[in-house]
Every structure is written in structure tokens, then in C-alpha cells.
Nanobody, 120 residues
Framework: QAQLRESGGGLVRAGGSLRLSCTASGNIRKMYGMAWYREAPGKQRERVASITSTGVINYDDSVKGRFTISRVDVNNTMYLQMNSLKPEDTAAYYC??????????????WGQGTQVTVSS
């Protein structure tokens, strides 16, 4: 089994920055693709950014040029640097990862979420 834990959310004014972290723990052999999702009240959960184990990155158009995703595999950690935040970025942010467990199976995990609130 593995667990994902996010941190770094909070309240920030429009134009400000936040850095989210997602750390995986447990019986992990390897981290495959990882991603950040967000879910605003009344809206469906949407993928914000993703990064493969080989470093291929994709962003949703709404965050291109403002958000940067990265990962440090030795620490089983993924980051989301969020700059020039807008009120419409307000949401609960979740990390998602495909994990190769020590037993040899691959499972998709979600974190519990961290709230990001951007005031105007």
C-alpha cells in the first residue's frame, strides 16, 4: 500500500504565489505518472498538470505560463509552483500518482486534497 499527502495550500491574494507538495509513502518501488487535479465547488474535478516518469509535462490551457509542475523521485515528491494566481484558481487541489508497489502491482492513488483560496 501507499499514501499520498499534499501540503502547501492556503489563502492568497490575486497575483500571489503558492507551492504545493505531494509526498508518497509506503511500500513503493517506483513512481510512474503523477498529476495535479483541482475541484472547485459545483464543478467537476479537472486535471491541471501532469508529469511522466521520464519528465514529459502537460498543462491545462488555463494554467500555462503560470504553474510549474516538477518531481523529485528520490524523495517520492511532486510539486506545483503556482504563480500569478487568480480567483478562478480557487479549488481543492489533489495529487494523483500511479505507483509500482513492492509486491509488483501498479495502483493509482489520490491524496486527501489541499485547499487553495485566491481572494480578489
Amino acid at each position: 500500500q501507499a499514501q499520498l499527502r499534499e501540503s502547501g495550500g492556503g489563502l492568497v491574494r490575486a497575483g500571489g504565489s503558492l507551492r504545493l507538495s505531494c509526498t508518497a509513502s509506503g511500500n513503493i518501488r517506483k513512481m510512474y505518472g503523477m498529476a495535479w487535479y483541482r475541484e472547485a465547488p459545483g464543478k467537476q474535478r479537472e486535471r491541471v498538470a501532469s508529469i511522466t516518469s521520464t519528465g514529459v509535462i502537460n498543462y491545462d490551457d488555463s494554467v500555462k505560463g503560470r504553474f510549474t509542475i516538477s518531481r523529485v523521485d528520490v524523495n517520492n515528491t511532486m510539486y506545483l509552483q503556482m504563480n500569478s494566481l487568480k480567483p478562478e484558481d480557487t479549488a481543492a487541489y489533489y495529487c494523483n500518482a500511479n505507483v509500482l508497489l513492492g509486491a509488483g502491482s501498479t495502483t493509482t492513488y489520490w491524496g486527501q486534497g489541499t485547499q487553495v483560496t485566491v481572494s480578489s
